[in-house]
T-cell receptor, first 111, second 115 residues
Framework: RKEVEQDPGPFNVPEGATVAFNCTYS??????FFWYRQDCRKEPKLLMS???SGNEDGRFTAQLNRASQYISLLIRDSKLSDSATYLC????????????FGKGTHLIIQP | NAGVTQTPKFQVLKTGQSMTLQCAQD?????MYWYRQDPGMGLRLIYY???????DKGEVPNGYNVSRLNKREFSLRLESAAPSQTSVYFC??????????????FGPGTRLTVT
């Protein structure tokens, strides 16, 4: 079974702080990686794709470490609105059934 | 442009009852998916349709059937509901089967309770 592991948290972080969390994956042949955000009782939405060279989108930075088989998400200058569950998603193999979702990391930004 | 819509939003069934969850997308996407999400579990794929006219089993297909009615609509049927099927069901769509740069768009979910 394809495995994607995340620390469930919750991570309690003061507003304005920097927070980072990782996700490990077991299939070394995994091809694509994503971070999705899910607000309480809402649907998941794509936050960012994770590229081999790493990528940044505003306050968010995603990194991929293929040697150690993990991806990371860094959030700088955290806002109250960043409170959510962050899902790590890994694509292994071709086809529509190739996505494996992690259980998510719950982040709470405190004022 | 509504994106992905699902009906109903909430449903309570008794064990043994049947029902169909409806999903529609207006983004002209080729691929559609049904997931379930349970507490402490990641989203798990039930069935998917890579393109109109095709359907395939995902990780947890037992107890479910699907119909890709047309390019827009993909329904999920529970023939004889069981308490183990209590869950939140999400429909999703994507322009093409999952791959690099292919984003899945999710509907708002259906919260199903089977008593």
């Amino acid at each position: 079974r394809k495995e994607v592991e995340q620390d469930p948290g919750p991570f309690n972080v003061p507003e304005g702080a920097t927070v980072a969390f990782n996700c490990t994956y077991s299939n070394s042949a995994s091809q694509s990686f994503f971070w999705y955000r899910q607000d309480c009782r809402k649907e998941p939405k794509l936050l960012m794709s994770v590229y081999s060279s790493g990528n940044e989108d505003g306050r968010f930075t995603a990194q991929l470490n293929r040697a150690s088989q993990y991806i990371s998400l860094l959030i700088r200058d955290s806002k109250l609105s960043d409170s959510a569950t962050y899902l790590c998603v890994v694509l292994s193999g071709g086809g529509a059934d190739g996505l494996t979702f992690g259980k998510g990391t719950h982040l709470i930004i405190q004022p | 442009n509504a994106g992905v819509t699902q009906t109903p939003k909430f449903q309570v069934l008794k064990t043994g009852q049947s029902m169909t969850l409806q999903c529609a997308q207006d983004m002209n996407h080729n691929s559609m998916y049904w997931y379930r999400q349970d507490p402490g579990m990641g989203l798990r794929l039930i069935y998917y349709s890579a393109s109109e006219g095709t359907t395939d089993k995902g990780e947890v297909p037992n107890g479910y059937n699907v119909s890709r009615l047309n390019k827009r609509e993909f329904s999920l049927r529970l023939e004889s509901a069981a308490p183990s099927q209590t869950s939140v069901y999400f429909c999703a769509s994507s322009e093409a089967p999952s791959g690099v740069g292919i984003e899945q768009y999710f509907g708002p979910g259906t919260r199903l309770t089977v008593t």
